[in-house]
């Protein structure tokens, strides 16, 4: 199958995975923020916001999207060169090799890796995964109502609902169906980057209307550099206490910035 093959349809069904990277690292965000992972960045998206700081994977050369924020994010990627087509088995190998049997988290990303998720490909690596005893965990914006052998198989999901700063029309990034199944879900945990107070306002829109208890919600100051998330962070703690949501750091930036990648 070429690489040109692969779209942005949740209905894709393929044999093989198309990845942009793979890395060791920690977890830089959510609940489990700080805890060694492996990190498999899945192509494609089905959102496009403007604040993605992972354009690499879906914002291809002949498009017209540009972002709005930083010179670095305006590039256009080659397409071919930014994928690279994986069998099941061969990433479960490579996430074996870089896990060197002392990591055994496993964290699916992208782009948004439930575009997979009724592929053929998709569930038999979950299953991989699991029989090698890995803690699987996929970052997701909540839009596709995953399958339920996928459900099984998944031990969190993290969501990362898109607001109105994302650019993206609510039409796309809210899906009633699929967050209602994540606001239920015991697996779930919702997290928000946070870069005023009428975020928190749509927050407690989408609380209300599909009754997510605020200890399910995780928030994280927005910002590319260290002192960017610090300026914003004390505001956030108050926040916090206030609603009873869960504050979060964003390790990674703190650590590397927002230019790094596989980090």
Known sequence: ??????????????????????????QGEGITAGVPSVFVR???????????????????????????TKAWEKNKYTQNAEMKMYTPIELKDKICELSETTINTVVLTGGE???????????HLLRLLKRYRFRIEVETNGTILPIDEVTK??????????LSNSGVPEKRRIRDKAMTFFAGNSKT???????????????????????????????MPEGRTEEELKSRARTLVDICIKGGYTFCNRLHIWLWGGEVRGM
């Open 1 to 26: 199958m070429k690489k040109s093959e692969i779209s942005n349809k949740s209905t894709v069904q393929t044999r093989l995975l198309s990845i942009c990277e793979l890395f060791a690292s920690i």
């Open 42 to 68: 899945f192509s494609g998206c089905n959102l496009q916001c403007k604040f993605c700081d992972t354009p690499y994977t879906w914002n291809w050369e002949g498009t017209d999207f540009v972002h709005d």
């Open 113 to 123: 890796p439930m575009l997979y998720h009724k592929t053929d490909a998709f569930i």
């Open 153 to 162: 198989l998944v031990d969190q999901f993290n969501v990362s609902i898109k």
């Open 189 to 219: 945990l919702f997290k928000f980057v946070i870069t005023d107070k009428t975020n928190i306002e749509e927050i407690e829109i989408l609380q209300d209307k599909f009754n997510i208890p605020a200890g399910k919600i995780l928030l």
